[in-house]
């Protein structure tokens, strides 16, 4: 087995095997809640067990393994994304539905979001708007700030050269594009970035 396929699997195992226990936590908080009114420190308790299986259930697409012909509807494509940004200075909007897409595709989609994510040292608004073959990928009106070297790999194919773990995203994003032989195109300005596929 090809060392990259493997490392997606143990990928996938590891968020398949904490999802249910991490849900778990979310609902025995949920019953105390019932049982025992609302308090700061079981609400605390309640959002980071919420978050952290947000976070699984998107990790588990973005950097596990996939059947080539598996499918991702709209509703639960753009539910984990929105969960997954939904307590950070980025949010994520899904303006226009569409139907079912090839789950490498939403992959894809998905690791250009942790890109794009870092690319964004204030925050922002993500907007994807479908297109035949994709998405198209829009920040507007907030400050861009794209690690140059990490999007030229990803656009063109230079080296990437030593990556931190908080980089891994971009190398993947590059690995998943063509994996499914998708093109991508990109602009940057110092407020402004759009990529189309």
């Known amino acids: 087995m090809h060392p990259k396929q493997l ?10 095997d904490l999802i249910s226990p991490v849900g778990a936590i979310s ?9 025992n009114g609302p308090s700061e420190e079981m609400e605390l308790i309640r959002q980071s067990a919420e978050n952290a299986q947000a976070k699984l259930m998107f990790f588990r ?22 969960k ?3 307590s950070g200075r980025v949010s ?19 690791l250009l979001l942790l890109c794009v994510e870092s690319s964004l040292p204030r925050g922002g608004i993500i907007r994807c708007i479908p297109t035949d073959s994709g ?7 907030s400050k861009i700030d794209a690690p140059e070297n990490l999007w030229s ?3 063109k194919g230079d080296p990437f050269g030593a990556l931190a773990s908080q980089e891994i995203q971009f190398q993947l994003a590059r690995d ?9 195109d990109a602009s940057f300005s110092e407020n402004s970035l759009k990529l189309v596929f």
């Open 92 to 110: 994520v909007d899904f303006p226009e539905p569409w139907g079912d897409r090839n789950r490498n595709l939403i992959k894809l989609l998905y």
């Open 61 to 82: 697409v973005a950097f596990g393994a996939s059947n080539p012909d598996a499918m991702l509807g709209h509703a639960a494509a753009v539910s984990v994304a929105q």
């Open 153 to 155: 790999a990803v656009l």
């Open 27 to 35: 609902n025995g908080v949920e019953l105390l809640l019932e049982l």
């Open 7 to 16: 490392a997606d699997m143990i990928s996938s195992r590891i968020c398949h």
């Open 135 to 141: 998405w198209k990928i829009t920040v507007d009106g």
């Open 176 to 184: 998943a594009a063509e994996n499914i032989n998708i093109k991508l």
């Open 84 to 86: 997954m940004f939904a």
